[in-house]
């Protein structure tokens, strides 16, 4: 009763406003569950799932895509259950099952979801894979940390082989099957991880470049960044789909995916560049200081002790980078004609069978919600990477 | 007895920090210089191969197609329908700042409001928005909204008698006459506002009686927006649907429409976290101080937390602003003509590519500039000077 007069009455005005407010929220609740549950018509999703998950993928190498899936879930599973906790505060198990629920609750809604429009056997079957693989991370990671400790081995060996076992994976997938035959939601997937992993040495190497005192180098990286910061990243993925093949040798002008994770690796090192140089400030005068009390060159000082800060720094701003980056692969649709999903959501509409009849609906939800659970998931772990790690407390 | 250290040999050439330092600038230089070279090389090399212009010249041929809209007919220059596409960035791009900054600024204050209802919608509209990609919402208010639910014009809406809804575009009442008396009159208005808010002002810094700054510069507004209205024969419209078209009022395109909405709610859900974290960013003390003066919340919010938030704001606000000009180019997926929709049809058409996209790019490069200059200048204004 308290909590209602405080938090819905506290004066006319906000008795109004809650009034009118929940009017709003009841109304919109109610087409949304009515659109759901009642009026929506997901034939057309159940009908061509697998051409918005993998586009046009061969079907006979699909264990390949289901095989990289489970291979991730395992490393990434891995690679975050070994890493420290905080040691002051041991949660009770009702709040480590709560916080399980909030970390993983919506990824596994989307899973069941997924599932059920597939129907059939096999895509259980996957399911269970998966979270055999995440428990099995799990486990790794628990024993890892206990071998670790005795064994004293280095760190960096771990995070190689967490890093290198999905990109063989993918290669893996890339050797077997033709690119231009991937489509819908992999390759907005596919495009995004590429682009962010080829970008980032990229843009590390051009935020040295615009803090560095050497003025050639400073004016060569200023004017990269701001170019392309200045650009709109549609009209580059244009530029690229009608222009790329002039500036290559006729003979090496390449296909559209590859045009578009070309266009996004270039557009994406600016904006890691600015992130990494913010990093780059955040880290004290006195780390650098300190580093040529000791004799250190400046390269020594950069790579061992001011780069390693910053990075460290910057996670949680190259998180949200990247979700923007995966949201944009959307573009690449649009300006290149790559069959990503939401090119593909589009396209079921004007099936034969859909043609006319307003399905556009149903169709760009699914879009949305594929979207909306990547997204959501990875700022929310963003923000707890960001509380771990405790940037802006130290 | 010790002898002085003798005096150091000669540092080696490779070894001269300023020989390096040197060196390794020139072969940076170089190797930029030798890839720009080679694209450079195999785009004439390409070019010659299939004799394709490169220089700006299409820009003189007839353009070949016609812009909505517009009465520019299909034998007017390239240059006047890339002019055209400019100037319709603009106009989308300008209102919808405006609108954005309004819409996301009242989210934003929403998500700190203590009311429960209000603060978890403004929450949602927050999260759902930001999570998802702009052109997907701009093709759901493209193909779902506008061209499937807007109604035919046969039976098109008409909330309050004051606006048509239909699929062909929404119309809202307007004034009739031309734009630049409209846009005359209002800038007498505002700079007869200004100055009724700078002399009260002064009153009250020497009297110590209220202000009323805002209320008299309003009604001096109003009053001369409608007097000088009046006085030079104008009135305003309603739109109305006459034989399948509308007719007074000021018609908005359907693309047009669709673009600006998505772009403002968009842009929107983004201030909206930027106002909400400049507003907590604000010194609690400044809050506590405004209550003890026993201000009103309103007047709290609008004179004490948001000028400062804003100061705070100004940055990450620019960024946005820039970012929703260039989203503006995603009008040409929805044939919105906007300068990027330009660039493709007149490409389509024949005119070479790489001119015409990089004449884009400039232009889109220009207008980012001037915006960021401006930015900076507000910023510089309401920086904090610090003592």
């Given at each position: 009763m308290t909590w209602i007069r405080r938090n819905l009455f506290r004066s006319v005005w906000d008795g109004i406003l809650s009034i009118v407010f929940g009017a709003i929220a009841v109304y919109v609740l109610w087409t949304l569950f009515e659109f759901v549950f009642i009026t929506g018509r997901w034939e057309i999703i159940?009908?061509?799932?697998?051409?918005?998950?993998?586009?046009?993928?061969?079907?006979d190498q699909l264990w390949l895509v289901g095989t990289s899936i489970v291979a991730l879930a395992f490393w990434i599973s891995a690679a975050s259950s070994g890493s420290p906790k905080s040691l002051d505060s041991q949660p009770s198990l009702s709040a480590r099952i709560l916080d399980s629920v909030q970390r993983f609750g919506l990824l596994s809604a989307l899973g069941v979801l997924l599932i059920l429009l597939a129907g059939g056997i096999t895509?259980?079957?996957?399911?269970?894979?998966?979270?055999?693989?995440?428990?099995?991370?799990?486990?790794?990671?628990?024993?890892?940390?206990?071998?670790?400790?005795?064994?004293?081995?280095?760190?960096?060996?771990?995070?190689?082989?967490?890093?290198a076992v999905p990109i063989t994976f993918i290669a893996l997938t890339?050797?077997?099957?033709?690119?231009?035959?991937?489509?819908?939601?992999?390759?907005?997937?596919?495009?995004?991880?590429?682009?962010?992993?080829?970008?980032?040495?990229?843009?590390?190497?051009?935020?040295?470049?615009?803090?560095?005192?050497?003025?050639?180098?400073?004016?060569?990286?200023?004017?990269?960044?701001?170019?392309?910061?200045?650009?709109?990243?549609?009209?580059?993925?244009?530029?690229?789909?009608?222009?790329?093949?002039?500036?290559?040798?006729?003979?090496?002008?390449?296909?559209?995916?590859?045009?578009?994770?070309?266009?996004?690796?270039?557009?994406?090192?600016?904006?890691?560049?600015?992130?990494?140089?913010?990093?780059?400030?955040?880290?004290?005068?006195?780390?650098?200081?300190?580093?040529?009390?000791?004799g250190l060159g400046t390269s020594k000082i950069t790579f061992l002790i001011t780069l390693p800060q910053a990075l460290r720094n910057v996670i949680p701003a190259q998180i949200g980078q990247f979700i923007s980056l995966f949201k944009d692969t959307t573009l690449a649709g649009a300006a290149l004609s790559v069959l990503e999903v939401l090119n593909v959501g589009t396209a079921i509409t004007k099936q034969d069978d859909f043609l006319g009849q307003g399905y556009i609906y149903e169709s760009l939800a699914f879009v949305g919600l594929l979207f909306w659970v990547g997204s959501y998931v990875m700022s929310r772990e963003s923000q707890r990477l960001e509380k771990r790690l405790g940037v802006g407390q130290r | 007895m010790s002898s002085l250290p003798s005096a150091p040999a000669r540092v080696p050439l490779w070894r001269d920090v300023r020989v390096l330092r040197w060196a390794f600038q020139l072969v940076v230089l170089a190797v930029v210089l030798a890839l720009l070279y080679w694209l450079y090389g195999n785009y004439q090399a390409n070019v010659a191969k299939s004799s394709i212009p490169t220089n700006l010249r299409f820009l003189d041929n007839p353009a070949n197609f016609t812009i909505p809209g517009n009465d520019l007919d299909q034998s007017a220059p390239v240059r006047d329908a890339f002019y055209q596409g400019f100037l319709n960035t603009l106009q989308v791009a300008i209102v919808g700042i405006v609108f954005a900054t309004i819409l996301g600024t009242l989210v934003g204050i929403a998500r700190l409001s203590q009311n429960f209802i209000l603060r978890t919608i403004a929450a949602a509209y927050v999260e759902v928005i930001r999570n998802i990609p702009l052109l997907l919402l701009l093709t759901f208010m493209n193909l779902a909204v506008v061209l499937q639910t807007f109604p035919r014009i046969e039976d098109a809406w008409l909330p309050l008698d004051l606006f048509v809804i239909s699929n062909r575009g929404?119309?809202?009442?307007?004034?009739?006459?031309?734009?630049?008396?409209?846009?005359g009159i209002v800038l007498v208005g505002i700079v007869a506002a200004w100055i009724v808010t700078k002399i009260r002002n002064r009153i009250?810094?020497?009297?110590?009686?209220?202000?009323?700054?805002?209320?008299?510069?309003?009604?001096?507004?109003?009053?001369?927006?409608?007097?000088?209205?009046?006085?030079?024969?104008?009135?305003?419209?309603?739109?109305?649907?006459?034989?399948?078209?509308?007719a007074g009022g000021f018609r908005l395109?359907?693309?047009?429409?669709?673009?600006?909405?998505?772009?403002?709610?968009?842009?929107?859900?983004?201030?909206?976290?930027?106002?909400r974290g400049s507003i907590m960013a604000v010194p609690r003390g400044q809050g506590e101080a405004a209550d003890a003066l026993a201000l009103k919340p309103s007047a709290k919010m609008r004179l004490i937390i948001l000028p400062q938030a804003f100061r705070i704001a100004m940055p990450a606000l620019g960024n946005q602003y820039l970012n929703l000009i260039k989203n503006s180019s995603l009008g040409a997926t929805?044939?919105?003509?906007?300068?990027?929709?330009?660039?493709?049809?007149?490409?389509?058409?024949?005119?070479?590519?790489?001119?015409?996209?990089?004449?884009?790019?400039?232009?889109?490069?220009?207008?980012?500039?001037?915006?960021?200059?401006?930015?900076?200048?507000?910023n510089r204004r309401l920086a904090l000077v610090e003592r």
């Open positions: 159940e009908v061509n799932l697998l051409l918005l998950l993998v586009g046009r993928f061969p079907e895509p259980l079957y996957w399911g269970l894979a998966i979270i055999g693989g995440i428990l099995a991370g799990l486990g790794l990671g628990k024993t890892r940390r206990s071998i670790a400790a005795r064994a004293k081995i280095p760190n960096l060996l771990w995070h190689a082989a967490i890093i890339l050797s077997l099957s033709t690119l231009d035959s991937w489509g819908g939601f992999l390759i907005n997937f596919y495009i995004a991880i590429i682009s962010i992993v080829l970008s980032f040495p990229l843009g590390v190497l051009l935020a040295l470049g615009r803090r560095s005192t050497l003025p050639i180098v400073r004016v060569l990286a200023t004017t990269y960044i701001e170019l392309i910061r200045g650009a709109p990243l549609f009209v580059l993925l244009l530029l690229a789909g009608v222009a790329l093949e002039f500036f290559v040798p006729t003979e090496l002008a390449p296909g559209p995916i590859f045009r578009a994770v070309t266009v996004f690796t270039l557009f994406t090192a600016a904006y890691v560049a600015e992130i990494v140089r913010g990093g780059l400030q955040s880290v004290t005068q006195g780390q650098t200081e300190a580093g040529k009390a000791l | 929404i119309a809202i009442p307007w004034f009739t006459g031309s734009a630049l008396v409209l846009l009250s810094d020497s009297t110590g009686k209220p202000a009323w700054a805002g209320t008299y510069g309003l009604l001096v507004f109003v009053v001369i927006m409608v007097a000088g209205w009046i006085a030079t024969g104008n009135t305003f419209t309603l739109p109305f649907v006459d034989d399948r078209a509308t395109d359907p693309s047009f429409f669709a673009l600006l909405v998505t772009l403002v709610v968009y842009t929107s859900s983004h201030i909206a976290e930027i106002v929805i044939s919105y003509f906007e300068l990027t929709q330009i660039a493709q049809i007149t490409v389509g058409n024949g005119s070479p590519a790489v001119p015409a996209f990089t004449l884009t790019l400039l232009v889109y490069l220009g207008i980012s500039l001037i915006t960021s200059l401006i930015v900076n200048y507000f």
